[in-house]
């Protein structure tokens, strides 16, 4: 449901309670009021007629059998409906005014309420003792309703005529105050999807500049996402073309090649640059994956994870003559995502072989640490050079003076991946070779 | 022709060499901006292959210091950002001419013989003197309608020489032209290359200049 129409509804029907209880308060009032003019009207009629009859100016029959008829005037609808009945101690009628009922409007002195020929009558009785008779006037409870009912009628027919034009006023100015947040809405809606420029400042009402300067960070952030996706891309574009390069080169080489010695020499080439480029692609799916990885945390058996790995990394060991040695407790494990553990310590003991000198030890040990695991793995290559440790988790960074031709971002995995474990990627001092520390909260 | 390869992936770089060295240069492989300023301080090269992402920095800075201090040495840029607003870019830092990766050998060959000829002023593949006629794509030439074959190294001291007629070159300068760095320069090579040359085009055509080296004889008319 839109605001406009929640705001209309709530709206309108707030004010349709508000008139409704004041028309059930106006017909109660008027009731209220009728009843007691009307009550005072019967007691003053019923006294007139008891004082009349005692000044003898009317005559009241003796005989029961022929009661006196009162004339009233029978001008107006109200009186008419006022009945008079005059009844002697003894129980005969003797005089009553035209129209009124055959039977005794009341069986006691004062206000009473009677059921007479199935109608409700109002019934004021006063007994005159000088004469022994009783005076009851009396009026139709149904004449007292309908003046109620024309009271509050006259309230109730302006109101439905009112209402609407309430309504539609209520229809009009919910829309003119929703304007600003139609107008924000539009801006959104008329951007094109790439256009993450903040929206345009100016006057807006306090209630939707804290929208505004939210939308407008979360396009600030998108816009950062964006550009390193993009620097990204071209980033990977170019190193893949790099290689892709060098094999055409190499195949058009080959072709070319009058003797065997360069053409052995060019199709070597195209074999080392396919497992390069194979290895580039696969630590982009890597990182892509790190990235994306949501899976919940188990336990991970060190122990069995490093022979794992040195089972993947059984190509490039032996390519290399390095050897990988797993220095892990029995039993020692830690919580944590699998994937992630094992694709950042695939990518550190990949480096650590590709650098060792032929027959070299890369080692994986792990010991513990307070509340944290830290896994180590040292080599016995150059090392890193010191100048190149700020920048050597950059993606597609590679040292000026590696030993191999790296993708340049076996390092970024790596961070990528302890940052997703909440853990940190430190490259401590070595006497000898390189050594890679992870620290994961246990 | 000697080139300086400014490329940082091993691979890439052998392959230039390798199949420029086929096509007919002479190449110098460097894998930094820093070898590569070394290199062109040397002097002795008459064109640069130049990537622009190296592990130091961009080679559009290299080509700015060039063309800043005046430097007017041919360079093709060769990189894989090649979309149109990169190849504006690095014409206008002032490249002679961007390829993009990955890209044809031949074409490679092609582009950097039509960058060598416009920096030298020629506008014909072909370049003569005194009715030899010598093709560089096929390095073959044509001497008084007969057809010759040279092989690489012949064909580059024939080239050096025709290039400049009148131009004395000595010995060290024509080995310059014809060894890149890592190869090994066997003595008296010059002299069995011009020897191989006079047998091809007659004694007369390569005077040597006693104690200065060798040049073209005057044009004779024909």
Known sequence: MSIKLRLFLILALATGLVWLSAVLWIEGSTRAQVEKVLDARLAQSANMVSSLISDHRIEVGDAADKPATITMPASADYSRQ??????????DLVGASSGAPQSRLAGKEGFTTSLIDGENWRVYSVSNADLGVTVMVGDRVTMRDSLVYDVVAGLLWPALVILPLVGLLIWVSVGRGLAPLERLETALRVRSPVDLSPLPEGPAPREIRPVRRALNGLFAQLERVRRTERDFTAFAAHELKTPLAGLRMQAQIARQAKDDATRGKALAAIELSVDRTDRMVRQLLDLATVEGEDNAPEWVD????????SMSLRQPADAFGAQLTCDVPAGSGIVTNRFLLFAALRNIAENAILASPQGGQVRLSVRQEGWNVVIRVTDEGPGIDPADLSRVTDRFYRGRATPFQGSGLGLAIVVAAAERMNGTLTFPTSD??????????R | MRLLVVEDDPVLSDGLCVGLGIAGFTTDPVTTLADARAALETGGFGGVVLDIMLPDGSGLDLLGELRGRGDRIPVLLLTARDRVRDRVTGLD???????????????????LRAMLRRHEGRAAGLISWNGLSLDPAAQTGRFRDRHLHFSRREFAILYALIEHPGHIWSKSQLEERLYGWQEEVESNTVEVYIHHLRAKLGRDFIRTVRGLG?????????
């Open chain 1, 82 to 91: 006022l009945s008079c009945q005059i009844w002697s101690l003894r129980g």
């Open chain 1, 432 to 441: 000898r070779g390189q050594a890679v520390e992870v620290t994961l909260p």
């Open chain 2, 214 to 222: 060798y040049r073209l004889a005057e044009k004779t008319g024909t």
């Open chain 2, 93 to 111: 830092a002032g490249a002679d001419d961007y390829l993009g990766k990955p890209f044809d050998l031949d074409e490679l060959s092609a582009r």
């Open chain 1, 302 to 309: 060190l122990a069995a994870l490093c022979s794992d790995l």
